[in-house]
């Protein structure tokens, strides 16, 4: 079946480390993005990549790296300069660029906590 | 730029009772809509949207928006919610910036169904 995974489900962090979440897909999507959810608050885009080496910033990007070296891969990494990392996040993926006019692909998330 | 809001933040409503969930967008062109749906534990799947054409939209489960120009709403309607709608619903609008175009999520509405 084509589709995202993101792994692990759940991740635990000392307050000081670098994680990183992994974001596969196998749908031969370009578009790749990723989301943090917090209640209330509903998702927030912290990055997205168009391209194999290329992505772009969101709304949320301070504290958050991310790479494209592959097309069905978009790591992201949550860095000791976020202030407040504990949350949910979600990757994306659509066919192509326009994401309006296709919506997109989710996978079934990352639980980071910070411990 | 657009935006989109959600007024309910959390909805209980019974078993068998009529559903209306509000979304408003800010953006007076041509727009596409998008209601996607998140079960518990599960990732966000998309229960409908909105391109063109007919303004009632129908999704999964018996889920239908309408989208009214005059009023920037797409509330998304059920006519008799079951147990298993409990989820949490996002309103999405498509944020287009260069050539890039990104999904702009409302806050969500949790959506609580009693026996």
């Known amino acids: 079946d084509g589709g995202i995974t993101q792994s692990p489900k759940y991740l635990f962090r000392k307050e000081g480390q670098n994680v990183t979440l992994s974001c596969e897909q196998n749908l031969n999507h370009d578009a790749m993005y990723w989301y943090r959810q917090d209640p209330g608050q509903g998702l927030r885009l912290i990055y997205y990549?168009?391209?194999?080496?290329?992505?772009q910033k969101g709304d949320i990007a301070e504290g958050y790296s991310v790479s494209r070296e592959k097309k069905e891969s978009f790591p992201l990494t949550v860095t000791s300069a976020q202030k407040n990392p504990t949350a949910f996040y979600l990757c994306?993926?659509?066919?192509?660029?326009?994401?309006?006019?296709?919506?997109?692909?989710f996978g079934s998330g990352t639980r980071l906590t910070v411990v | 730029a657009q935006s989109v809001s959600q007024h309910n933040h959390h909805v209980i409503l019974s078993e068998a009772a009529s559903l209306e969930l509000g979304c408003n967008y800010s953006y007076g062109g041509t727009v596409n809509l998008f209601w996607y749906v998140q079960y518990p534990g599960q990732h966000l799947q998309l229960l409908l949207k909105?391109?063109?054409?007919?303004?009632l939209v129908k999704g999964i489960k018996g889920f239908e928006a309408e989208f009214i120009k005059s009023k920037f709403s797409f509330n998304l309607r059920k006519p008799s919610v079951q147990w298993s709608d409990t989820a949490e619903y996002f309103c999405?609008?498509?944020?287009?910036?260069?050539?890039?175009?990104?999904?702009?999520f409302g806050t969500g509405t949790r959506l609580q169904v009693t026996l």
């Open positions: 994306a993926s659509s066919p192509v660029v326009r994401a309006g006019n296709y919506g997109y692909t």
């Open positions: 999405a609008v498509p944020l287009v910036t260069g050539t890039a175009s990104k999904l702009t």
């Open positions: 990549s168009q391209i194999v080496n290329d992505f």
């Open positions: 909105y391109f063109s054409g007919d303004p």
